[in-house]
């Protein structure tokens, strides 16, 4: 188990906004009270699956969850005994009945681990086979499922096939479909939906009091639904970037060879990880609103000045959605392959741009 102190040297690869320091829950008002109630029931499961969409709050539930197990309040909320001595054990990752696997940090490489390995897993067993520290209870935390590979996930069956008493898991995952029927048949499922604009403005205004209200507002269109991308986008200049895309993108079918390769020059194999994976969100939303509205023969609608422009010259020209759609599809494969095998990320933008470019030069069948 990590100490405080560890967790404080080490970067959390939550970033600055770690789910273990929520305090309140955002929205998600039907999974709250689906958990209360089971908690407050004379059966309650012993293992759950918090699924949706990336970013949206199944982390911070989770850890809300287990400071409500944990601390042993009574509460018809999930705004659990924040002051005790067991909620600050929480908040500091040093809590000795709560275990959590997630992606950790290697200090050699300086990078995040690709996976969960295996041996977290049966660490994870070993764990749960001591007698309880402070609460009775054990709790797990695993942040998520999907990021285990087939022998971490197989370990992780072996514990909840046959708990030890008064043992609580709380699974994350993002890809429900994925996961093996015999961890899903052992689990009570928790579906947890996209947050809507209002909510998302409330999470960023919350935490970044100094960002401005129109990056707000504009954060929590381009978020998807999702609370961790409209925070990351005004952390990490997201916006910067998008205004930089559009500049790029609102010169096809030529495209300006000197903004492009300033723009593709933003993810050297120096540059900051968490860039590309912004940049890769927000050209793949910018896509999806873009065929949606083309199909759809809804207006587009802008976030910045330009690209209401640029969407229309590609809708006015009776351009086909299918390339945008391929493309679209292609941004989504490659990013998850350049992250996971380490491939040039400069060359995938270089080569996206290009797509876009040609994809605008294509007419409607």
């Known amino acids: 188990m990590s100490s405080a102190e560890t967790i404080e040297e080490l970067p959390d690869i939550d970033g600055d906004y770690p789910p273990r320091l929520t305090r309140i829950l955002t929205g998600h008002t039907k999974p709250q009270g689906e958990f209360l109630a089971a908690l407050k029931s004379a059966r309650m499961p012993h293992a759950w699956l918090l699924t949706g969409p990336k970013g949206v709050g199944k982390a911070s539930f989770a850890y809300l969850a287990a400071r409500l197990v944990l601390t042993g309040a009574s509460s018809s909320v999930m705004s659990p005994a924040l002051e005790s001595d067991d909620a600050h054990l929480l908040e500091e990752g040093a809590h000795p009945d709560l275990f959590v696997l997630k992606r950790e940090y290697n200090p050699k490489t300086q990078k995040f681990r690709s996976d969960i390995p295996v041996e977290a897993a049966r660490d994870l067993k070993q764990s749960f086979n001591l007698s309880p520290g402070r609460s009775g209870w054990r709790v797990a935390i695993i942040d998520s499922i999907d990021d285990m590979n087939k022998n971490g ?213």
């Open 153 to 365: 996930v197989n370990a992780l069956l072996k514990l909840i096939e046959e708990p030890p008493e008064k043992s609580l898991f709380l699974i994350v995952c993002q890809n429900p479909g994925r996961v093996l029927d015999t961890i899903t048949s052992r689990c009570r499922m928790l579906r947890f939906n996209a947050l809507d604009e209002v909510d998302l403005q409330s999470i960023v205004s919350a935490r970044m009091e100094s960002s401005d209200q129109n990056e707000i507002a504009a954060s929590a269109f381009l978020a998807q639904g999702s609370a961790g991308y409209a925070l990351t986008l005004c952390a990490e200049g997201g916006f910067d970037l998008y205004r930089e895309m559009i500049g790029v993108l609102e010169t096809v079918p030529q495209l300006d060879v000197e903004k492009l390769h300033g723009l593709a020059g933003r993810f050297s194999a120096r540059a900051a990880p968490e860039q590309f994976s912004i940049f890769c969100f927000l050209l793949s939303g910018w896509l999806h609103r873009f065929v949606r509205c083309a199909s759809m023969g809804t207006v587009f609608q802008p976030v910045f000045e330009g690209e209401e422009a640029l969407a229309a010259r590609l809708l006015s020209t009776g351009l086909g959605v299918e390339p945008f759609i391929a493309l679209w599809e292609k941004v989504e494969q490659d990013s998850r392959a350049v992250a996971a095998l380490n491939l040039d990320k400069k060359q995938a933008v270089l080569e996206w741009m290009t797509d876009f470019a040609d994809a605008s030069r294509k007419q409607a069948v």
